[in-house]
């Protein structure tokens, strides 16, 4: 196989026999995805593949040779490192860390040290170690046939993305905290639908579970689950996630905003940026004819879920993006009885869970998509409605709010929202301008 002439692990998979020609063979294939080899009784020679922790350690101690600090602080750089890279299951051996990426972090990282004065303290060291960690390995070559894959069937890949994004969220936070819930595994079934026929017209989410698995994208937790091995492919999924959900170029520019733009935004009163998010999804909907109010509130639910990944719904005294307090309380309830998209969110005093945002959702209907009276009245509508059944009793805990009648249709959204405060949990409600 040409592998030079290609643009990455993904593309290769084309020219890859995935599935072996014998039936009984299948499982064997799966349970050794993440190399041709490793289910053959060749264990021995899998341990070649990817470094070990042994041997990032030795790539360390000979790059403390030049820099001394890479010594002093190693067991901060390993933690970096092993949260970056690690986490690959190859064959039996677990906590494998991507060769290109340790390899290139510990690169930037010397180039770093080497343009900067000595660290003095373990925080100055953090702060050069995070900023030498990235997403290295994917710029080697492009996401083509995943990205086709997402035209093709955005709906059940957006469906998918979510899962496995939730499912490494939760395995992160029960690192930190034991009795945190813990998402459903991602299943993978050995069958013969691993193998993507890509001139089908159905969409087989086992056959893209399984690229993904042998393109490095996913790893096996277990002999029937996949996940996301890492942050360095998380990042991936993110960014993958966002484009399903907003098209490329508002993806692509999500990632420029500010830390906390929407949240400050919010506490402010004003929702243009959310009427811009809330839109943006649009370009990659089809058949708006068809499109009813649920469907529109969750396209909106997935986009604010793909922003705050991206710190735009974190308070930007966060040093990171706390996604364990940006908490959808509802969503995709439309037409039900109950408010249609609640979240909790860092309050204007940087608390946690302090501030509250529901949505109600109004259809403009096609026939009145140039009427802007029309837009403003439905906008106004779900306003009212939120205040008349109580929907802020979902918002438990919070002392601030926002309620927000969104109006959105085939590509055109109008909103109006009121801001609120109390005093405390006990005490009744009262507008205010600005929090």
């Known amino acids: 196989i040409p592998l030079t002439e290609l643009g990455s692990g993904a593309n290769n998979i ?60 190693k067991p901060c750089i390993m933690a970096t490192i092993k949260d970056w890279y690690n986490g690959y299951y190859i064959g039996r051996f677990r906590g494998k860390y991507n060769p290109w990426s340790v390899s290139s972090f510990i690169e930037t990282l010397c180039s770093i040290l080497s343009q900067t004065p000595p660290p003095q303290s373990l925080e100055q060291m953090q702060l050069i170690t995070q900023s030498a960690a990235r997403a290295f390995w994917v710029t080697t070559g492009t996401t083509g046939l995943i990205e086709a894959q997402i035209d093709k ?76 091995p890492n942050h360095e492919v998380y990042q991936v999924w993110l960014q993958l996630f966002a484009r399903a959900v907003m098209g490329t170029e508002m993806a692509d ?27 943006s999804s649009h370009g990659v909907l089809s058949n708006h004819n068809s499109y009813k109010e649920k469907d529109y509130a969750n396209h909106v639910a997935n986009t604010l879920m793909a922003v705050s990944r991206f710190g735009m719904l974190t308070h930007p005294d966060q040093k990171s993006v706390s996604l364990s307090h940006i908490v959808p309380i509802r969503e995709g309830h439309t037409g039900v009885g109950r408010c249609d ?29 140039e009427d802007s009276k029309y837009h403003g009245d439905l906008a106004e509508e779900g306003l009212q409605q939120i205040s008349d059944k109580n929907y802020e009793s979902f918002l438990l805990g919070c002392l601030e709010r926002m309620d927000v009648g969104m109006a959105i249709g085939n590509n055109v959204v109008h909103t109006k929202c009121q801001l609120f405060r109390r005093d405390s949990v006990d005490s009744p409600w009262y507008p205010v301008d600005s929090l």
């Open 153 to 228: 069937y955005r709906s059940q890949f957006v469906g998918l993305a979510k899962r496995l994004l939730s499912d490494y969220e939760c395995f992160k936070a029960a690192d930190r905290t034991p009795m945190h819930r813990r998402a459903v595994p991602v299943l993978l079934v050995a069958t013969r639908l691993n193998l993507i026929n890509y001139d089908s017209e159905q969409f087989s989410e086992p056959g893209l579970l399984t690229l993904c698995l042998y393109a490095g994208y996913l790893t096996r937790r277990e002999s029937t689950s996949v996940c996301i």
């Open 14 to 73: 084309k020219e890859i026999r995935m599935i072996p020609i014998e039936e009984s063979d299948i499982q064997s294939s799966i349970l050794s995805a993440s190399h041709p080899h490793s289910g053959s009784g060749l264990d021995a020679l899998t341990d070649s593949f990817w470094f070990n922790a042994n041997e990032v350690e030795l790539m360390l101690d000979q790059s403390a040779k030049a820099h001394p600090a890479i010594s002093v602080y």
């Open 341 to 369: 998209y609640a979240m909790r969110l860092f309050g204007s005093d940087n608390q946690p869970n302090r501030f509250g945002v529901i949505i109600e959702f109004k259809l403009i209907e096609n026939h009145r998509r």
């Open 253 to 279: 520019n999500s990632v420029n905003y500010m830390r906390g733009a929407l949240l400050q935004e919010l506490l402010r009163g004003q929702t243009n940026l959310l009427s811009t998010l809330a839109i």
